[in-house]
């Protein structure tokens, strides 16, 4: 193990390497200077049942903008990723401003399905990589109370009569699940360990404070049985479940049993409203503010496959963004696969060979939650926060995709 550490190390350092190159300091480097969330808490039914998307647009751009660390004018551009709410570009834009950011800085919302904050991060990267914009807000905001991914009607069959796949990408989630499971010879049995593991992860990372310089609280309203609204601060992932066993799980009953027998509501992530948002500019504007900063955005990159079995999407983006940068996954130190379903996250661990203890050190999205939007961005948060408690340097991030893709993002933490 020690001389494993060391050989790492000296990847790290030898001068040439792709490592050497990922990790160098450059001006023109992407870097991130702010990384925060909310609590991630029940849709339907927790401490943001009764808050609308644009108040929790609104609460994390505030939050972002009270710990900047500079004047809010020298924000040019905000991307918001979001799923669920057509109208999000106007809530985005009205979120800023009531925020208080100045009607200077622009923005826009984007929807890539579940990888939508890391995409809003990667556009962002991009547009200052290009010139385009200085200084830019990356975020994610999602409340599964109101909205989710579900189709109001079929596709237009002039369409779908072309194409098996086209057709394929109306399928319903826990349905590509299950598909998962059958094609690839998955068991209810290494599943339900799966998940229980994930939160037995979360548990002892909220137990011991690890999420809390992730959270940023949140002042909302929630109403009562009496009907009542009343006022309260919102500073805990509600989802967790402390002593959730695998044998407590197999008793959970099949939650598609139209498709399959695998797929529960204790093995799949949960319903779950919230926000994060990532501050991203060139090393060399984040030296002339003084900010001190957290890590370096490397690339990111996506990559397409079946829709039927779009949970594997991880397994395609993961080996191209790896390649791209010509380093492999032993040179990775974290790594944030999103847990839509236990079936992808265990065929993804097991294709790619993942080492289990760097994967999720913190639980993923069955035991934290996944509201669409904002998990690319969420991801982003939690790994660099782990990076910084454990002294990493590589964080590799990734998700499915709805309608057959997968999203890679790759970082270097500076903390």
């Given at each position: 193990m020690a001389a494993d550490r060391v050989n790492s190390i000296l990847k790290h350092l030898s001068p040439g390497s792709p490592l050497a190159a990922i990790t160098s300091k450059n001006p023109d480097d992407i870097v991130i200077t702010l990384a925060i969330r909310t609590p991630?808490?029940?849709?339907?039914?927790?401490?943001?049942?009764?808050?609308?998307?644009?108040?929790?647009?609104?609460?994390?751009?505030?939050?972002?903008?009270?710990?900047?660390?500079?004047?809010?004018?020298?924000?040019?551009?905000?991307?918001?990723?979001?799923?669920?709410?057509?109208?999000?570009?106007?809530?985005?834009?009205?979120?800023?401003?009531?925020?208080?950011?100045?009607?200077?800085?622009?923005?826009?919302?984007?929807?890539?399905?579940?990888?939508?904050?890391?995409?809003?991060?990667?556009?962002?990267?991009?547009?200052?990589?290009?010139?385009?914009?200085?200084?830019?807000?990356?975020?994610?905001?999602?409340?599964?109370?109101?909205?989710g991914d579900a189709l109001e009607q079929p596709f237009d069959e002039e369409v779908t009569k072309h194409s098996q796949e086209a057709l394929d990408c109306m399928m319903a989630m826990g349905w590509t699940s299950e598909n998962v499971a059958r094609d690839f010879g998955l068991t209810r049995e290494v599943i339900d360990q799966y998940a229980a593991e994930s939160f037995r992860r979360a548990e002892e990372a909220q137990k011991a404070g690890w999420f809390d310089d992730e959270i940023v609280p949140v002042t909302t309203k929630v109403k009562g049985p009496d009907g009542e609204l009343k006022t309260v601060t919102l500073t805990k992932d509600e989802g967790i479940r402390p002593g959730t066993t695998a044998a407590s799980l197999g008793k959970i009953r099949v939650a598609f049993p139209q498709w399959g027998p695998i797929t529960t509501g204790g093995n799949a992530s949960q319903v779950t409203d919230g926000a994060a948002a990532v501050v991203l500019m060139k090393r060399s504007k984040a030296t002339q503010l003084g900010l001190p900063i957290m890590a370096k955005y490397v690339g990111s990159t996506v990559a397409g496959l079946a829709p039927r079995i779009m949970g594997i999407g991880p397994t395609v983006a993961i080996p191209k963004l790896l390649k791209q940068h010509n380093i492999t996954l032993d040179d990775c130190d974290v790594i944030e696969v999103n847990e839509a379903f236990a079936t992808m996250a265990v065929y993804t661990r097991d294709y790619l060979k993942l080492n289990w203890a760097k994967m999720n050190p913190r639980g993923g999205a069955i035991a934290l939650g996944h509201p669409l939007g904002m998990t690319g961005a969420r991801q982003i948060v939690t790994g660099l926060s782990e990076c910084r408690r454990t002294k990493k340097k590589i964080l590799l991030t990734s998700m499915c995709i709805g309608t057959g893709m997968g999203m890679a993002g790759l970082f270097v933490n500076e903390q």
């Amino acid at each position: 193990m020690a001389a494993d550490r060391v050989n790492s190390i000296l990847k790290h350092l030898s001068p040439g390497s792709p490592l050497a190159a990922i990790t160098s300091k450059n001006p023109d480097d992407i870097v991130i200077t702010l990384a925060i969330r909310t609590p991630l808490c029940k849709g339907k039914k927790g401490g943001f049942k009764d808050t609308t998307v644009e108040y929790l647009m609104y609460s994390i751009l505030k939050s972002t903008r009270e710990r900047l660390g500079f004047s809010p004018d020298l924000v040019e551009d905000i991307c918001m990723g979001n799923v669920s709410d057509a109208k999000a570009a106007y809530k985005a834009r009205a979120a800023a401003l009531s925020a208080g950011f100045p009607n200077t800085t622009s923005a826009s919302s984007v929807n890539r399905f579940c990888s939508s904050g890391l995409k809003a991060t990667a556009d962002i990267a991009h547009q200052i990589l290009a010139g385009s914009i200085e200084i830019g807000i990356a975020a994610g905001t999602e409340s599964m109370t109101i909205g989710g991914d579900a189709l109001e009607q079929p596709f237009d069959e002039e369409v779908t009569k072309h194409s098996q796949e086209a057709l394929d990408c109306m399928m319903a989630m826990g349905w590509t699940s299950e598909n998962v499971a059958r094609d690839f010879g998955l068991t209810r049995e290494v599943i339900d360990q799966y998940a229980a593991e994930s939160f037995r992860r979360a548990e002892e990372a909220q137990k011991a404070g690890w999420f809390d310089d992730e959270i940023v609280p949140v002042t909302t309203k929630v109403k009562g049985p009496d009907g009542e609204l009343k006022t309260v601060t919102l500073t805990k992932d509600e989802g967790i479940r402390p002593g959730t066993t695998a044998a407590s799980l197999g008793k959970i009953r099949v939650a598609f049993p139209q498709w399959g027998p695998i797929t529960t509501g204790g093995n799949a992530s949960q319903v779950t409203d919230g926000a994060a948002a990532v501050v991203l500019m060139k090393r060399s504007k984040a030296t002339q503010l003084g900010l001190p900063i957290m890590a370096k955005y490397v690339g990111s990159t996506v990559a397409g496959l079946a829709p039927r079995i779009m949970g594997i999407g991880p397994t395609v983006a993961i080996p191209k963004l790896l390649k791209q940068h010509n380093i492999t996954l032993d040179d990775c130190d974290v790594i944030e696969v999103n847990e839509a379903f236990a079936t992808m996250a265990v065929y993804t661990r097991d294709y790619l060979k993942l080492n289990w203890a760097k994967m999720n050190p913190r639980g993923g999205a069955i035991a934290l939650g996944h509201p669409l939007g904002m998990t690319g961005a969420r991801q982003i948060v939690t790994g660099l926060s782990e990076c910084r408690r454990t002294k990493k340097k590589i964080l590799l991030t990734s998700m499915c995709i709805g309608t057959g893709m997968g999203m890679a993002g790759l970082f270097v933490n500076e903390q």
